[in-house]
């Protein structure tokens, strides 16, 4: 629990290690005893068939919001599940108290087709500024943290993102063009050019771990939700990477941004997508 006289920093310095058995208990206790156990009533679709919701999502959603908030009181919490059923909670990311930022799983589809390519997210910010991230992929057993000037680190290892291998086409996750407005759509496929290559983008979380772990160069997504970005964009960052919206600005938790966006390993990368973007908009 934070102290009176604590900073949000020395907090952090204190108890990541306590977010980070929350979040490991909550997918023990919620999500990894429902892997490729699902009955069919503990899956629904919110937006549609390719927006699922299981109750492993609002189970573990719950067990970490009152896990965090027991942590540091007077905190608010944005979660993906409470947000859809309560969407002016999404409004506590722009104020100045801390705000925790879960996901609890992301990669819902693939949890549910029994794929082990999901996770759970979670960040902390205050004031929009992300301080704090968190990212486990329970199947494989990873668990990636990062704080803001301290790195970042996956099971313990220090992340380097690095810089591409230069004279090979650059490798992108992105977001499907089918599920994008047209002016996206137009942007996304300024992507499709020599010398890029681009695919499918899975679980968001497991990309940026991916890019933090040089891995892949580059992300090409199209929405903001912050559950889906918060976490790993700290983990990029603090790994040596950066990101750009198509007009050149930092991505923003906050909203209001140019889509869609960049994540990449180097701000040169960064610069070279954002460009793409930029002119298959244009």
């Known amino acids: 629990m934070i102290e009176d006289s604590e900073t949000i920093d020395e907090f952090l310095a204190r108890h990541s290690a306590d977010v980070e058995e929350a979040v490991r208990k909550a997918a023990a206790a919620e999500i990894m005893p429902r892997f490729r156990q699902l ?8 937006s549609g068939p390719h927006d699922l919701v299981t109750d492993a999502d609002r189970n573990a959603e719950l067990y970490l919001t009152e896990a965090l908030r027991a942590l540091l009181p007077g905190s608010a919490v944005v979660g993906e599940e409470a947000v859809h059923a309560n969407p002016a ?41 992300i301080l704090g991230s968190w990212t486990y992929a329970p199947v494989r057993d990873q668990f990636a943290v990062a704080v803001r000037g301290r790195g970042a680190f996956l099971d ?10 230069p004279g090979r086409d650059l490798r992108i996750a992105a ?26 983008c899975g679980s968001a979380g497991l990309e940026y771990l991916a890019i933090a772990r040089g ?68």
Do not use: M
């Open 39 to 46: 009955a069919q009533d503990e899956v629904d679709e919110k």
């Open 156 to 165: 313990g290892r220090r992340l380097h993102a690095g810089s591409p291998d």
């Open 175 to 200: 977001s499907h063009p089918d599920f994008t407005t047209d002016e996206e759509k137009r942007a996304l496929l300024g992507l499709y050019t020599d010398g890029v290559s681009v695919r499918p």
């Open 215 to 282: 891995e892949v160069d580059a992300t090409a997504f199209s929405w903001e939700a912050a559950w889906d970005h918060a976490a790993g964009l700290l983990l990029v960052e603090e790994a040596g990477g950066t990101h750009l919206t198509r007009t050149g600005e930092p991505f923003r938790i906050t909203g209001g941004n140019a889509l869609p966006f960049t994540t990449a390993r180097d701000a040169a990368t960064a610069r070279r997508v954002a460009g793409l973007l930029a002119s298959g908009a244009a």
């Open 89 to 129: 909670s999404y409004e506590a990311i722009r104020g100045e108290a801390p705000v925790w930022i879960i996901d609890p799983v992301d990669g819902t589809r693939q949890f549910v087709h029994g794929d082990e390519g999901f996770c759970t997210l979670v960040a902390l910010a205050v004031g929009g500024v």
